[in-house]
Each structure stands twice: as C-alpha cells, then as structure tokens.
C-alpha cells in the first residue's frame, strides 16, 4: 500500500519567517494530496489540497507544490502567525484504493513570537 | 448542519469490556471512516466503507468490527478491550462526487482500556 514519509517532525520558527513541511510518498498512482492542520485537543481540518494534473496551488498564506516525477509534495507557509502553531499532516490517495488516506506522521509547528 | 458527530467524546474501559463507537453524519456522503491517532504516529485506518451496506479493512483492523446499515451512521465496535486499542478515535466522511473529496472528520473519542 501508500506510505507517506513527513519531514521534519518538528519545526520551530520566529514569527514572520517560512515554514516549510516535505511529504514523499510511493505509490505512483496516487493523485490527490491535502494537508490537514490540528490544533491541540481538537480535530484534523483541511487546510489545502492538490490534485496531480496541477503543480502548484496557493490560498494566501499557504501553498502547496507537486513534483509527480520525483513523488514529493510540500507545505509553505509564509508570513507565520502564532495561531500558526499547530501540527500538520500531509496524506496521499487514489481512485485504486478507494481514495483512502496514507497520513504522515506528521510535523508539530510552533510559531515563536 | 452538525457535519460529522461522535459519541460518546470520553470513556473508560476495563480490559475485556466491549463498547460501540457512534457516528453520525448529516451531509449525504457516501463513505465513511474510522481512524485512530496515537503520538508520533498520525492517523491509521482502521475500517472504511463506500456506501450504505458495505465495509472493508483499512491499515490496522484487528479487533475493532464495524457497520454501515444505514448511509449517515457508521458503528465501530471494540469487541474484548485492550489496553492497546488505548487511542483517540476519529470518524470522518466524505463526497466521492467528481473525484476525492475532502474528509470532514468528528470531534473524536479519547477512549482509555485499564
């Protein structure tokens, strides 16, 4: 099956700097890939996705990058905000397997002011 | 409009205990899910279905069953309780509409086995 490998796991940054979380994954047929943010205590919730037939896609603060060929996709945040601080997974699907979401392990994100 | 909703939100078993995990979802989705999240370990499928009637096994299915009898509740069932089954519960659903849609997931279930 999928299997999503995340980096780094933590990741620390002043406040205004960039973030930026790696997601490699190994199933070639794999095609849609979100981010979910979870705050402590609370649940996952989408933050972007991407879809394969694009390769980058950007909502604000936040983008996200594909590169099919190498089969990575990234994070960026910019700007960072304290209300940033949060952990990040990545995920990676297809049509074959039903569209069932391989996570990463995830990255806890702390926003320093 | 609740989205996804799971009940109970805590709950204590001793081992062996059994118990049914609710879930319930008012926006029409065809399938549904069931994960688990331990610390460092993100989400693990536990089971899944794609409709009404129907189930199959995600990534770590032993000892939890599950059922779908009607479109907008998916059960999942801890059998004999382990302190292993120790987790946080998530239930999520989502559109299959046009493509993969995005997973809407409930509030969770802290569940501790003793």
């Known amino acids: 099956g999928e299997n999503v490998e995340q980096h780094p796991s933590t990741l620390s940054v002043q406040e205004g700097d960039s973030a930026v979380i790696k997601c490699t994954y190994s199933d070639s047929a794999s095609n849609y890939f979100p981010w979910y943010k979870q705050e402590l205590g609370k649940r996952p919730q989408l933050i972007i996705d991407?879809?394969?037939?694009?390769g980058e896609k950007k909502d604000q603060r936040i983008a996200v990058t594909l590169n099919k060929t190498a089969k990575h996709f990234s994070l960026h945040i910019t700007e960072t905000q304290p209300e940033d601080s949060a952990v990040y997974f990545c995920a990676a699907s297809s049509l074959y397997n039903d569209y069932k979401l391989s996570f990463g392990a995830g990255t806890t994100v702390t926003v320093r002011a | 409009n609740a989205g996804v909703t799971q009940t109970p939100k805590f709950r204590v078993l001793k081992t062996g205990q059994s118990m049914t995990l609710l879930c319930a979802q008012d926006m029409n989705h065809e399938y549904m899910y069931w994960y688990r999240q331990d610390p460092g370990m993100g989400l693990r499928l536990i089971h899944y279905s794609v409709g009404e009637g129907t189930t199959a096994k995600g990534e770590v299915p032993d000892g939890y069953n599950v059922s779908r009898l009607k479109k907008q509740n998916f059960l999942l069932g801890l059998e004999s309780a382990a302190p292993s089954q120790t987790s946080v519960y998530f239930c999520?659903?989502?559109?299959?509409?046009?493509?993969?849609?995005?997973?809407?997931f409930g509030a969770g279930t802290r569940l501790s086995v003793l």
């Open positions: 991407i879809r394969s037939n694009v």
């Open positions: 999520a659903s989502s559109s299959i509409a046009g493509g993969p849609g995005i997973q809407y």
